[in-house]
Every structure is written in C-alpha cells, then in structure tokens.
C-alpha cells in the first residue's frame, strides 16, 4: 500500500530562521503529492502540490518543495519563518492510481510546527 | 465568496444518541469527502461520495452514515454504534478525483461526547 511518513511530531524554530518540514513516500510510480496546512481548530489550506514536470514546486506563503525522486522524499521548505506560520503540517499521497477504487488520498500524521519570537 | 461551511462548530453528545453534522459547499464540486482526526493519527476517511446519491466507505466507516441527496450538502450522521465518536471532522470537497484534485476543506466540527 502506498503511504506517507512524516518523521517529526513537533518542530520549534526561531522566527526569522529557516525552515524545512520532511516527507518521504513509499509508491511505485511517480506520485502526485501534495501539502496542506491546518491552524489550530480550523480546516487544512493547500500550500503546494506536485504532478510532474520541475521539481522544485512554489506554494502560497513563500512555502516551496523539492520533490526527490532517489530519496523518495518530497521535503517543505520556507526560507524565513514568520510567527503565523506556526501551525500543523501534512503531506499526503493518492493511493496507487488504477482508475477504480482510487478515491482517497493518504495523509501523513503531521508536523506541528512552534515558532519562539 | 464560495467555500465550505460546517455547523455546528462544537457539538456535544450523550452516550446512546445519533447526531448529525452539517456540511454544505457552493463550490459546484462533485466530489465530497468526511474525514476524521484524532491527535497523532492525522486524517482517516470516513466517507467519500463522488455524485449525488452515491457514496463509497472508507477506512472507519463503522458507526457513521452519510448522505448525498444534492450536490451541495454531505451530512454525516453518528451513531450510537460509534463507540469512540470524540474527534473533530472535517468535511472537503473536489472537482473530481482526489488522486488529482486539490481538496478544499470546511472549518470542522468538533464533537465530544458526555
């Protein structure tokens, strides 16, 4: 089955600093992969998503990705942090694509991220 | 403005009593999606429906029931039989195939049982 793993439960970063939040993958083929955003009690926002094409992927927020193939890895990244950007982070992956039955998309566990002034 | 809305934000239920949260999009999508999350475990499908008077189980779908008589509401109702309803859900929505499709989702609910 194909799914996603995001190594790191919570992450604190200073603000102003840089910022990278990991997801790897395990699928066959070359994924479509996607990350939302969720503040505290509210519903997730797209920040980015990935098909094809340039590997390096821009979002909303300054956010942006590097999707790597020979790592399986598809990592977050922010250059300066700000402090609304605190909040919880998930990566997610479509199942493997068959046609039928594909109507889910797996999400990781998430990444809460904390930002200290 | 087009988008998603869920009601009630917070809800509270007693043990042994059905409930049934709201969700309703103007966004013209045909496809609608019930999640839950749980602190740690991400998001888990309950229920996806991809035109009016169909739907599909997901991975916990014991102890919930849906219905989708018209393209713009996706009401989830739970059930006594759900012996662990503390959650919050999240309801969202696509065009199409989520394989693909960005989903777009409401603000949630978050229900607690007494």
């Known amino acids: 089955a194909q799914s996603v793993t995001q190594p790191d439960i919570h992450i604190t970063v200073s603000e102003g600093a840089s910022l990278e939040l990991r997801c790897n993958y395990s699928?066959?083929?070359?994924?479509?992969l996607f990350w939302y955003v969720q503040s505290p009690g509210q519903g997730l926002q797209l920040l980015l998503k990935y098909f094809s094409g340039d590997t390096l992927v821009q979002g909303i927020k300054g956010f942006e990705a590097e999707f790597k193939r020979s790592q399986s890895s598809f990592n977050l990244r922010k250059p300066s942090v700000h402090w609304s950007d605190a909040a919880e982070y998930f990566c997610a992956v479509p199942p493997a694509y068959s046609g039928a039955g594909s109507y889910q998309l797996t999400f990781g566990k998430g990444t809460k991220l904390s930002v200290i002034p | 403005d087009g988008g998603i809305t869920q009601s009630p934000k917070y809800l509270f239920r007693k043990e042994g009593q059905n409930v049934t949260l709201s969700c309703e999009q103007n966004l013209n999508h045909d496809a609608m999606y019930w999640y839950r999350q749980d602190p740690g475990q991400g998001l888990r499908l309950i229920y996806y429906?991809?035109?009016?008077?169909?739907?599909q189980k997901g991975d916990i779908a014991e102890g919930y029931s849906v219905s989708r008589e018209k393209k713009e509401s996706f009401p989830l109702t739970v059930t006594s039989a759900q012996k662990n309803p503390t959650a919050f859900y999240l309801c969202?929505?696509?065009?199409?195939?989520?394989?693909?499709?960005?989903?777009?989702f409401g603000p949630g609910t978050r229900l607690t049982v007494l």
């Open positions: 969202a929505s696509s065009i199409g195939r989520p394989s693909t499709d960005t989903q777009y």
């Open positions: 699928y066959g083929a070359t994924p479509y």
């Open positions: 429906s991809q035109i009016v008077n169909d739907f």
